[in-house]
């Protein structure tokens, strides 16, 4: 009687070899997932170099200018606005009119030219997103961009991915604050859970906030 045609530790290469088949694509398929939403490809925490030296810690931050001063159509405008030079000149026509750092800010104000600050974040062109709606539903500016009054160089610090914009579409309130603050970098939610969830209870009916995941909301 002759033996078994193919050893026995074959059939533990088998094994592996169709285990293996069927890890690959799941591997494969799982590592594109977490790299569309790793960094390299969101952008997060990658400071933009800009035509002219603009350092928010000192404007936002020491001096405690509102960003609806640079930003003035955020409450009326899906753009919040990028500032003109007759906006920067405003304070600086007297706070440093002389320095080399703002040469080229005059240069562009008597030439009547705008500046050409580079985009930090840039949502794709078939998504659709109206500042004034979420500033006026109480989403503070901090929400989305962050401490920008601890930037040196504004950086994009949310992802700005549909799940995480869908996150907050399912269940708005924590994520609402008070009229009064919503240019504010300091601002937080009681730390209680008990009063957040109140103070977000409230805020949702005082905004009149509906929960918006309908593909149209944001593909139109």
């Known amino acids: 009687m002759s033996g078994p045609l193919f050893p026995r530790w074959t059939n533990t290469v088998s094994r592996l070899s169709a285990a293996m088949l069927l890890a690959v694509p799941a591997i494969a398929i799982g590592g594109l997932l977490a790299y569309v939403r790793s960094p390299l490809?969101?952008?997060?925490?990658?400071?933009?170099e800009q035509p002219i030296e603009f350092d928010?810690?000192?404007?936002?931050g020491d001096e405690q200018i509102?960003?609806?001063y640079c930003h003035w159509t955020v409450e009326k405008s899906p753009s919040a606005g990028i500032p003109s030079t007759t906006v920067c000149m405003s304070c600086h026509a007297q706070v440093w009119n002389k320095s080399p750092y703002l040469t080229e800010v005059r240069k562009a104000f008597f030439a009547d030219q705008p500046i050409p600050w580079v985009r930090v974040h840039n949502l794709p062109?078939?998504?659709?997103?109206?500042h004034s709606i979420h500033v006026g539903k109480g989403v503070g500016c901090a929400t989305c961009h962050g401490r920008v009054d601890q930037?040196?160089?504004i950086e994009q610090s949310a992802p700005l991915t549909m799940s995480w914009c869908l996150d907050c579409?399912?269940?708005?309130?924590?994520?609402?604050?008070p009229p009064e603050f919503i240019t504010s970098m300091t601002w937080a939610p009681p730390t209680e859970k008990a009063e957040?969830?109140?103070l977000a209870e409230k805020l949702t009916k005082e905004y009149d906030v509906h929960s918006r995941t309908s593909c149209s909301t944001c593909h139109r």
Request: hydrophobic share 30%; charged share 20%; with cysteine.
């Open 41 to 48: 490809v969101t952008n997060q925490a990658r400071p933009v």
């Open 66 to 68: 509102d960003c609806r």
């Open 196 to 198: 957040a969830s109140a």
């Open 125 to 130: 062109d078939y998504v659709y997103f109206n």
């Open 169 to 177: 579409h399912r269940n708005p309130g924590p994520n609402l604050r």
């Open 56 to 60: 928010h810690r000192h404007h936002a």
């Open 151 to 153: 930037m040196g160089a």
